[in-house]
């Protein structure tokens, strides 16, 4: 597609946008995938991003490259999915923060599932969102660098401070336990 014809998608010409969906959606989708691991929340994120694009056609008008606004647009949402803090309470990914296996039934697991959400409840959103992105998600600190628009450093300090705030109120945690 010329960059000529994907500006007459912009002018409404019939079934114009569908073809710059057609010609972009392959290398949105790897994009988000990439980022993401999850093909249903890429599609999630994917079908968002040309909604967007539909809803925004004066915008994107504008612009001399639809790709460059398109992966942009899909890198926010991205940033959006770890940053809303309902994200934060899914059973799975909070059991990937035990270091350990739970060993006994589904009952004990669950509980420390729910323990780990309120846990993750008291740490500052700077810190549960990279904690989110590098030991949940599994991004190294300069992939969560690019998500959360932070610098590479600050990343690694907000982990180790995560990560230390974390041990400590689970030890506290673990102490009134002993005390009831």
């Known amino acids: 597609m010329t960059m000529s014809r994907?500006?007459?998608v912009m002018?409404?010409?019939?079934?114009?946008?569908?073809?710059?969906?057609?010609?972009?959606?392959?290398?949105?989708?790897?994009?988000?995938?990439?980022?993401?691991g999850n093909l249903y929340l890429t599609e999630e994120i994917v079908q968002?991003?040309?909604?967007?694009?539909?809803?925004?056609?004066?915008?994107?008008?504008?612009h001399e490259n639809p790709k460059a606004w398109l992966l942009t647009v899909a890198k926010n949402l991205i940033v959006d999915h770890y940053r809303d803090s309902s994200r934060f309470t899914s059973k799975g990914s909070e059991l990937r923060l035990l270091s350990q296996p739970q060993v006994g039934d589904s009952t004990s697991?669950?509980?420390?599932?729910e323990s780990l959400k309120d846990l993750l409840k008291?740490?500052?959103e700077d810190?549960?969102?990279?904690?989110?992105?590098?030991?949940?998600?599994g991004y190294s600190t300069h992939e969560a660098s690019e998500i959360l628009k932070i610098p590479a450093g600050t990343v690694k300090s907000r982990l180790f401070y995560a990560l230390k705030?974390?041990?400590?109120?689970l030890s506290e945690?673990?102490?009134s336990i002993e005390h009831e």
């Open 109 to 113: 697991n669950f509980e420390s599932a």
């Open 48 to 62: 968002e991003t040309f909604t967007r694009a539909w809803n925004s056609r004066e915008t994107l008008k504008r």
């Open 127 to 137: 810190h549960r969102n990279v904690l989110m992105c590098c030991v949940i998600e």
């Open 173 to 175: 945690k673990e102490k």
């Open 11 to 36: 002018d409404g010409e019939d079934g114009s946008f569908n073809e710059l969906e057609r010609f972009h959606r392959a290398s949105i989708q790897s994009y988000v995938l990439k980022r993401t």
């Open 6 to 8: 994907m500006l007459l």
């Open 122 to 124: 008291l740490l500052s």
């Open 165 to 169: 705030d974390l041990r400590v109120k």
